[in-house]
């Protein structure tokens, strides 16, 4: 695995993290759970995700040409819309736009939207209507990464197992994974912590996002963006 460099800033509309490729994630949920003070951070669990995503363009792939895709995700009683950028602005990790709005009536109120995902889908697609590329679901558990003395969290660990689905529901592929999201602040001090779960680990940086995971296992070849 490339060592990652250079500080960055996470802002509040972009996501900042590395996405790391894993065999089977036991041996990681096993170093993190023996090493919970690691590389000046302190790791402590968090509560487990069930995230069902359904990914969305249309017809003639406005969003894709655009520079987005398009994702709605429940949880539990919580379903958001968001789009994300579909280019790094590095090489060495993921660091994409991302903008979210809350559907408190569900994904049926994606229509509806008068927020920021809404005014940039009516900006892009106007009036065209979207249609389901794939879903995914995710069991995802998650670890906080803390730098003693700040009051902020440094960055999330998630631990994905990721099913990939049709339109129909069928299944077209699963999907382990290790993401680590910086939260506020610039990348340099997890850099340390990095390394050394990727080495412990025998991770390596994922090749492409779950996007285009998704895509490729649906057999979708949209138009370069």
């Known amino acids: 695995m490339p060592l990652p460099s250079s500080p960055t800033a996470a802002h509040a ?44 363009d249309t017809a003639d792939w ?21 789009l994300k950028s579909l280019r790094s602005a590095r090489d ?14 569900g994904p049926a109120a994606l229509s509806r939207a008068s927020g920021s995902v809404g005014a940039r889908l009516r900006e892009i697609a106007g009036t065209a209507p979207l249609e389901t590329l794939f879903r995914a679901q995710t069991v995802r558990q998650r670890f906080a990464a803390h730098r ?6 440094a960055a999330e660990i998630a631990l994905d197992e990721t099913s990939l689905h049709a339109r129909d529901g069928a299944l077209l592929e699963r999907l382990r994974r290790v993401e680590i999201e910086a939260i506020g602040g610039d ?10 779960l990727s080495v412990a680990c025998a991770l390596e940086r994922a090749g492409e996002n779950k996007f285009a995971a998704g895509l490729r296992a649906a057999g979708l070849a949209p138009p370069r963006a």
Request: glycine share 4%; aromatic share 6%; hydrophobic share 40%.
């Open 13 to 56: 509309d972009r996501e900042v993290e590395w996405q790391l490729l894993a065999e089977n994630l036991e041996p990681v949920r096993q170093w993190l759970a023996a090493h919970p003070k690691t590389a000046g951070l302190d790791i402590t669990p968090r509560p487990p995700q069930r995230l069902r995503d359904t990914y969305l």
């Open 62 to 82: 406005r969003l894709l040409r655009g520079g987005f895709a398009l994702r709605i995700r429940e949880q539990e009683d919580v379903c958001e819309a968001t």
């Open 92 to 105: 060495d990790l993921a660091d994409r736009q991302e903008i979210t709005e809350a559907l408190e009536d």
């Open 148 to 153: 003693p003395g700040q009051a902020q969290d």
């Open 187 to 196: 990348t340099e001090p997890l850099i340390p912590f990095v390394v050394a």
